[in-house]
C-alpha cells in the first residue's frame, strides 16, 4: 500500500509539474506558481519543482522571491553554477548590485565565464565605480575580444576619463577584424577627435556615418578625404576599397589600386589577408573571363581563413566555368566534406556534382 501510495503521489508530482512548465512556458506564470506551490512541502527540498518555481517568479519579475528560491537552490546544489547565475542577475534587476557581484564572483570561482565577468563589470558600473567596472571588462576582452557591447562599454569609460590613447589601443585589435564596425570605429573616432586630430576624426566618422546609411558616394567622399590626412591607416584602405566596390566602381582602375595599397601595407594578419583576397576573388568572379585569378585569390583567401568554407565551392565553380571538369568535382567534394547538410550552399553543390558527373562520362565516352 505504502509503495502504490508514493508512486501515485510521484505521478501527481510529475504531472502538475509538467503542467506548470507548460503554463510558464505560454506566460501564465501566476497560474504556473500556484500550481507549483500546492507541491512545496515543508521541510521538504524538490530540486525540480525549486527550480520551476525560482524561474516563474524571475519571469513574473518578482526577483526577491526569485533570488531566495535560487539561495535554496544553490545551498542544496552547490557545485550548480547556475542557480549562482540566476542570483546574480536577480540581484542585478533589484538594483542590489554588492550582492549581484558577490554572486557573480562566487561563479568565476568555478569557471571563467565571459559573460558573467563583463555582468560583475556592469554591476561594478552601475555603482559608479569604473577603474573596477573597466578591470572586468578588460578581463571579459581577453577571453572574447570581438564581444563589441563589451568593448563599447569599456572604450566609454576610458573615454570618460579622457584615455583616448588606452580607447584607441583597445579598439584596434577588434577593428583590424572588423573594420566597418558601426558601433567601434565611430567610438575611435571620437576618441581621435578629443585627443586633438580633429580633421581625420571628422572625415573617417562621416564616411563611416555615410556607409552605414547607405550613402555610398558620400562615404566615398569623405573616406577618401580621410585619406589625405592619414595614408597609413590599413583599415582605412580596405574601407575605401570596399565602399567603391559597392558603388560598382570599376574593379582594374578604382577597387583593385585601393587593395593593392592595404596589401602592401599590412603585416601578415591572417583575418585580414583573407578579406583582401576574397575582394580581389570577387572582384575576378564578376568579370567572368578572369577565371584563373579568381581561383587564385580564393584559395588564399581559404588559406588563410579555412572557416570561410564558401570560398571552396566558389573554386569549384570557376573550374567549371573553365569546363575543367575534374578539378571542379575535386572541389565540390572538399567542400560536401565541410558544409552542413540541408543548407543552400550544399544543395547547390550536390546538384552541380550530379552535372559534372554526367559531363564526365559523356568526356568518358567520345
Known amino acids: 500500500m505504502a509503495c ?27 497560474d504556473a506558481i500556484e500550481k507549483l506551490s500546492a507541491l512545496v512541502q515543508p ?36 557545485d550548480n553554477i547556475l542557480y ?22 562566487a561563479v568565476l570561482q568555478r ?37 563589441e557591447s563589451v568593448l563599447s562599454k569599456a572604450m566609454g569609460i576610458l573615454l570618460d576619463s579622457e ?11 577588434f577593428l583590424t577584424e572588423d573594420p566597418d564596425n558601426m558601433t567601434i570605429a565611430p567610438l575611435q573616432g571620437v576618441a581621435y577627435f578629443r585627443k586633438g586630430e580633429y580633421e581625420n576624426s571628422i572625415h573617417y566618422y562621416l564616411g563611416q556615418s555615410s ?12 573616406l577618401v578625404a580621410a585619406w589625405q590626412i592619414d595614408s597609413s591607416d590599413v583599415g582605412l584602405a580596405y574601407a575605401i576599397a570596399a565602399v567603391k566596390a559597392e558603388a560598382f566602381r570599376s574593379f582594374d582602375k578604382e ?19 583573407s578579406r583582401i583576397h576574397q575582394q580581389y576573388g570577387l572582384g575576378y568572379y564578376k568579370k567572368q573571363n578572369s577565371w584563373d585569378n579568381a581561383i587564385e585569390h580564393y584559395k588564399e583567401a581559404y588559406r588563410y581563413n579555412p572557416k570561410f568554407i564558401s570560398a571552396l565551392s566558389t573554386i569549384a565553380y570557376c573550374y567549371q566555368m573553365k569546363k575543367d571538369y575534374k578539378q571542379a568535382m575535386e572541389w565540390y567534394e572538399k567542400y560536401l566534406k565541410v558544409a552542413s547538410p540541408g543548407s543552400k550552399g550544399y544543395e547547390f553543390a550536390v546538384d552541380n556534382v550530379k552535372y559534372l558527373k554526367g559531363e564526365l562520362f559523356m568526356e568518358d565516352k567520345l
Open 211 to 222: 556607409w552605414h546609411d547607405l550613402v555610398i558616394y558620400k562615404a566615398e567622399q569623405e
Open 163 to 173: 584615455n583616448y590613447d588606452g580607447a584607441i589601443a583597445l579598439s584596434e585589435p
Open 255 to 273: 577597387v583593385r589600386p585601393w587593395l593593392d595599397k592595404a596589401l602592401k601595407m599590412l603585416e601578415p594578419d591572417p583575418a585580414m589577408m
Open 4 to 30: 502504490s501510495q508514493f508512486w501515485a503521489q510521484t505521478t501527481h508530482r510529475d504531472s502538475v509539474l509538467a503542467e506548470a512548465r507548460y503554463l510558464k512556458n505560454i506566460y501564465r506564470t501566476d
Open 43 to 78: 521541510g521538504a527540498m524538490d530540486e525540480g519543482v525549486l527550480a520551476e518555481l525560482a524561474d516563474c517568479h524571475f519571469q513574473n519579475g518578482a526577483y526577491e522571491d526569485a533570488f531566495g528560491t535560487y539561495f535554496m537552490l544553490s545551498s542544496l546544489a552547490q
Open 84 to 105: 549562482k547565475i540566476r542570483m546574480m542577475q536577480a540581484s542585478y534587476r533589484m538594483k542590489d548590485y554588492p550582492l549581484s557581484i558577490q554572486a557573480g564572483q
Open 111 to 147: 569557471d571563467s565565464i565571459p559573460a558573467v565577468i563583463s555582468f560583475v563589470g556592469d554591476a561594478f558600473k552601475q555603482m559608479a565605480k569604473p577603474d573596477s567596472a573597466l578591470w572586468y571588462y578588460r578581463k571579459s576582452l581577453a577571453l572574447k575580444p570581438m564581444n
